[in-house]
């Protein structure tokens, strides 16, 4: 069963000075934890009689509780029978050589994020560099928006206008704005930054003055009451497909 204590540890890590405080996540459900414990070790798992048999880690034996505990602290309308909780990785910035890069430039969305750190597996891309504004990747939405996939990606926050300034001249840096060059007639070199913008505002100013070169996602729709725009998951997922597409 679940204590009063372990209860109250598992809610306050939806808030990210807990998180920082304890220095642990919260992942749920059994595919997820399964593939984040490739890369850290769960340091509790919590799971009903129905899924304890799913072994995650030989090295810890899941505590037994009910479905109603287990609803009683998910952060998911409907709880996937499983919870743990894991030790909180470094996310400081630290050095990398250049290849095909994600800069995220102050994106607020948990969901989002998730989201982008799973296209990012999905296309292997290795670093993820966001501004310190950014979403918490480890935030439970953005855990579970990963799908695992932050097992596989390395995320890091920065002073990202001063991180661009820090790059070498054949590591160029790259963003969507609304006045770009199309995307599909546009040279892509291999190793390159791909700067994503906040969901209302799109690439800061200050990011933008250093970047080598704006990209545009054309509309093929021609009608007047289209899309205003896209999401930025679903932008970043088309400008990474064309990438590697070319590479």
């Not at 009903?48 to 509780?65: K, Y």
């Not at 206008?161 to 892509?188: C, H, I, R, V």
């Amino acid at each position: 069963m679940l204590s009063h204590n372990e209860q109250k540890l598992i809610r306050s890590l939806v808030h990210n000075k807990y998180r920082q405080r304890h220095q642990l996540f919260v992942a749920e459900g059994h595919k997820v934890i399964e593939t984040i414990s490739t890369r850290y070790k769960p340091v509790k798992v919590f799971a009903t009689e129905e899924t304890a048999d799913r072994i995650v880690a030989p090295s810890v034996s899941p505590t037994i509780v009910t479905p109603r505990e287990l609803q009683q602290v998910s952060n998911l309308q409907h709880p996937q029978g499983m919870l743990a909780l894991f030790p909180l990785p470094a996310t400081i910035y630290t050095p990398f050589p250049p290849q095909l890069t994600l800069a995220l430039d102050a994106i607020q969305d948990p969901g989002n994020l998730g989201t982008i750190i799973r296209i990012a597996d999905w296309f292997g891309i290795q670093h993820i560099v966001c501004s310190q504004d950014t979403a918490d990747a480890y935030a439970p939405k953005a855990i579970q928006a990963t799908m695992g996939s932050i097992a596989h990606v390395d995320i890091q926050y920065t002073d990202l206008p001063q991180w661009l300034d820090s790059l070498p001249d054949d590591f160029p840096a790259f963003a969507t704005t609304l006045d770009g060059d199309n995307l599909y007639e546009a040279q892509l070199p291999a190793n390159a930054v791909i700067v994503m913008g906040n969901e209302g505002n799109g690439v800061s100013q200050e990011v933008q003055q250093r970047l080598s070169k704006k990209l545009y996602i054309p509309s093929y729709n021609n009608q007047e009451k289209g899309a205003e725009s896209l999401n930025v998951a679903m932008a970043t997922a088309i400008i990474c497909a064309e990438w590697r597409r070319r590479g």
